[in-house]
């Protein structure tokens, strides 16, 4: 189930508390997260347990994390459904994911750990 958040909702650092500061996360995805409190957090949780997420600000994904791909693809529709994504620099790790969402890549940026996406 797809729980969207904000950082001052009551359950926010239940699911989310783990994840800032993860070296498992930040290993896989080369980037850190933090919880600044103009991030919109769309979560999927499964009995209870987090398995996905993904946060954006004014229409541009900042972070993006998953142990289960369809379960990102899934977000990923959700917020296509909801915002016009602009321009945002996403773990590379997640390429097809995004594809497979219904996001563009831009192909002419070239970035190491990263790729740029966006909704046409």
């Excluded at 930040?26 to 957090?41: L, T, V």
């Excluded at 004014?58 to 379960?71: E, G, L, Q, S």
């Amino acid at each position: 189930m797809i729980v969207k958040m904000n950082n001052k909702e009551e359950n926010f650092y239940n699911y989310m508390g783990r994840m800032f500061g993860s070296r498992i996360v930040q290993k896989q995805i080369n980037d850190r997260i933090y919880d600044d409190n103009d991030k919109e957090w769309y979560l999927y949780v499964d009995e209870d347990k987090l398995f996905c997420f993904v946060s954006v600000v004014k229409n541009i994904i900042k972070n993006v994390y998953t142990m289960k791909d369809n379960y990102l693809v899934e977000i990923l529709k959700q917020i296509r459904k909801e915002k016009k994504i602009q321009e945002s620099i996403v773990p590379n790790i997640y390429k097809d994911l995004y594809i497979k969402a219904g996001f563009t890549i831009n192909q002419e940026a070239t970035l190491k750990n990263f790729v740029i996406i966006y909704d046409k």
